[in-house]
């Protein structure tokens, strides 16, 4: 009888998928990158304990492309400084995907808050410096824009260790509270730079219902860049989380389906005119 591809895999099978599951190939993306401090106490509003805010209130935007495998994937994360204990990382709140399968595999397996998106990455020739824009959009809001012009190199840095901080959980089905304990991750990447050069501009947050990260603006720009990058990804369940405490940030991971708390406010009168 023919294999019935849902049917059972082979134990040699299920044994490489959960080997690879973890693992990122080498992959080099060209992506967008900007800091700025914002309110400290827009920041601490947030961030789920046991995260607390860092020792300044910063913001990060990163929005990349890629050719994974001859098809375009782009990539966001808007994330916010956080502290976990003595470890400082990041916290990211929204990470638009373009593809159903770098959405799943990051959030179902380290508890990405991964939504699908619309990423664009551009960049043009200009004489007086190219230009760069790149923006982070859902539903027909372009909620991130960073945009500018390249005004030159950069030295690269040496391969360096970043910090994210996730929570992955499981809403119950009964629509109260979670099904299993919520778990807070650590996902440690080494980070590898081939290319890096500064970008003079600036970074524009839009009103989004769904996506509210104007709630967090720009009070100083710290930096904006343009560059290649690798990176590898591993991860680690280091504590579990309080269920209750966790359970008032859960809208951060998904839209309100029924759209009662964020759907698009009405036309004003003068729209209908």
Request: glycine share 10%; aromatic share 6%; with cysteine.
């Amino acid at each position: 009888m023919a294999r019935v591809r849902y049917g059972p895999r082979t134990e040699a099978d299920t044994a490489a998928a959960g080997a690879g599951r973890g693992a990122l190939p080498d992959i080099w993306s060209t992506g967008v990158a900007a800091v700025w401090e914002s309110d400290p106490d827009a920041v601490a509003q947030v961030l789920p304990p046991p995260l607390k805010p860092a020792g300044r209130p910063l913001v990060r935007v990163n929005i990349s492309r890629v050719d994974l495998f001859g098809s375009p994937l782009g990539a966001g994360s808007f994330a916010v400084g956080a502290q976990h204990g003595p470890h400082a990382g990041w916290y990211p709140l929204v990470m638009p995907m373009t593809t159903e399968r770098a959405l799943t595999g990051g959030r179902e397996v380290f508890g990405e808050p991964k939504k699908l998106g619309e990423v664009a990455v551009e960049r043009t020739a200009d004489p007086a410096g190219d230009r760069i824009t790149a923006r982070l959009a859902r539903h027909g809001i372009a909620f991130v824009e960073v945009r500018g012009r390249v005004s030159g190199a950069l030295p690269l840095p040496e391969p360096a260790e970043k910090l994210d901080f996730y929570f992955k959980f499981l809403p119950g089905v009964d629509g109260r509270g979670f099904d299993l304990e919520p778990v807070l991750v650590h996902c440690l990447r080494t980070e590898r730079v081939r290319r890096l050069e500064s970008v003079e501009g600036e970074v524009l947050l839009r009103e989004s219902p769904f996506d509210p990260v104007a709630d967090l603006p720009v009070r100083r720009l710290l930096e904006i860049t343009v560059g290649e990058k690798s990176s590898d990804q591993r991860g680690r369940v280091v504590e579990r989380v309080d269920a209750q405490a966790l359970l008032p940030y859960v809208h951060q991971r998904y839209d309100d389906v029924q759209q009662l708390l964020d759907a698009p406010a009405p036309p004003s009168s003068a729209e209908e005119e």
